[in-house]
């Protein structure tokens, strides 16, 4: 079992940062690919980015890239979002996810996602 909770979203101008915080508790964290998704009102969830809890291989959306940046504290169990020059079309909903194992293309995909927070919202004012 592993749970997950997310913080650090807010209210903010275009052109400005924010990072989003994931907590992470479980055993086995080592076994798992931790994953940024996003969802705006009446769309559905998007990837965002992803980093294998042991290392290796970042994974970015193509909207984020080059913008945004997954980082992980082992000691902390934390996961990180740096976002920076955010854009109003960034507003959503976002979640950190927990996938079992490693696939360099599994990670894209939401339904491959055993875990969910609860999400944080992000707005960006134009």
């Known amino acids: 079992q592993v749970s997950l909770v997310e913080s650090g979203g807010g209210l903010v101008q275009a052109g400005g940062s924010l990072r989003l915080s994931c907590a992470a508790s479980?055993?086995?964290?080592?076994?798992?690919?931790m994953g940024w998704f996003r969802q705006a009102p009446g769309k559905e969830r998007k990837f965002v980015a992803a980093?294998?809890?042991?290392?290796?291989?970042?994974h970015y959306g193509d909207s984020v890239k080059g913008r945004f940046t997954i980082s992980r504290d082992n000691a902390k169990n934390v996961m990180y979002l740096q976002m920076n020059s955010l854009k109003p079309e960034d507003t959503a909903v976002y979640y950190c996810?927990?996938?079992?194992?490693?696939?360099?293309?599994?990670?894209?995909?939401?339904?491959?996602?055993?875990?969910w927070g609860q999400g944080t919202q992000v707005t960006v004012s134009s």
């Open positions: 996810g927990a996938q079992r194992g490693y696939n360099a293309v599994l990670v894209l995909t939401a339904r491959e996602y055993a875990y």
């Open positions: 980093i294998p809890w042991s290392g290796g291989s970042t």
């Open positions: 479980g055993h086995t964290l080592g076994s798992y690919t």
